[in-house]
T-cell receptor, first 110, second 110 residues
Framework: GNSVTQMEGPVTLSEEAFLTINCTYT??????LFWYVQYPGEGLQLLLK?????DKGSNKGFEATYRKETTSFHLEKGSVQVSDSAVYFC?????????FGTGTRLQVFP | DTAVSQTPKYLVTQMGNDKSIKCEQN?????MYWYKQDSKKFLKIMFS???????INETVPNRFSPKSPDKAHLNLHINSLELGDSAVYFC?????????FGPGTRLTVT
């Protein structure tokens, strides 16, 4: 079946550190891939997306590349800020629905 | 100018009661969803409607009944509430692959 696996958190970093949150997927066909972010007490916001292999999604300094050969969509940011502290969800689209990973909490300290 | 709105934001009620959560989107999208997020932040789709028609029903107890009076609204009615229904419920809408989420309704059943 279709599924998304994310690294377990929390991920704890100091400000300006490099961030990687791993995401791998299992899917039939060629899904679109997404990263959503959930700030404390808020709903999910789309952070970035990629719709086909080798596409790179980017937004607010975050990047992720759709790697078909490794079925991965890892999220990276070169220099995190305290304001990036949130829960990050990797997701894939299958027919009309999104399948989410379990979420990874990121905590950034000054 | 809220794109996807939900009411109420918080709902505290006793076991056995019946309650409703309302969702409205002003994005002109045809498809709307209900998701449940448990205490561990795991997100799971419950229902999806396209232009007022149910298209996804993910093995949700029949105590949960969605209703879509028009394509801008998708309400969720829950009968005979149980302790395990305590969660955050998110409404979302979409056009194509991107989904836009509401702020969530935190339901606490005591």
């Amino acid at each position: 079946g279709n599924s998304v696996t994310q690294m377990e958190g929390p991920v704890t970093l100091s400000e300006e550190a490099f961030l990687t949150i791993n995401c791998t997927y299992t899917a039939t066909g060629y899904p679109s891939l997404f990263w959503y972010v959930q700030y404390p007490g808020e709903g999910l916001q789309l952070l970035l997306k990629a719709t086909k292999a080798d596409d790179k999604g980017s937004n607010k300094g975050f990047e992720a590349t759709y790697r078909k050969e490794t079925t991965s969509f890892h999220l990276e940011k070169g220099s995190v800020q305290v304001s990036d502290s949130a829960v990050y969800f990797c997701a894939l689209s299958y027919t009309d629905k999104l399948i989410f990973g379990t979420g990874t909490r990121l905590q950034v300290f000054p | 100018d809220t794109a996807v709105s939900q009411t109420p934001k918080y709902l505290v009620t006793q076991m056995g009661n019946d309650k409703s959560i309302k969702c409205e989107q002003n994005l002109g999208h045809d498809t709307m969803y209900w998701y449940k997020q448990d205490s561990k932040k795991f997100l799971k789709i419950m229902f999806s409607y396209n232009n007022k028609e149910l298209i996804i029903n993910e093995t949700v107890p029949n105590r949960f009944s969605p209703k879509s009076p028009d394509k801008a609204h998708l309400n969720l009615h829950i009968n005979s509430l149980e302790l395990g229904d305590s969660a955050v419920y998110f409404c979302a809408s979409s056009y194509s692959y991107e989904q836009y989420f509401g702020p969530g309704t935190r339901l606490t059943v005591t």
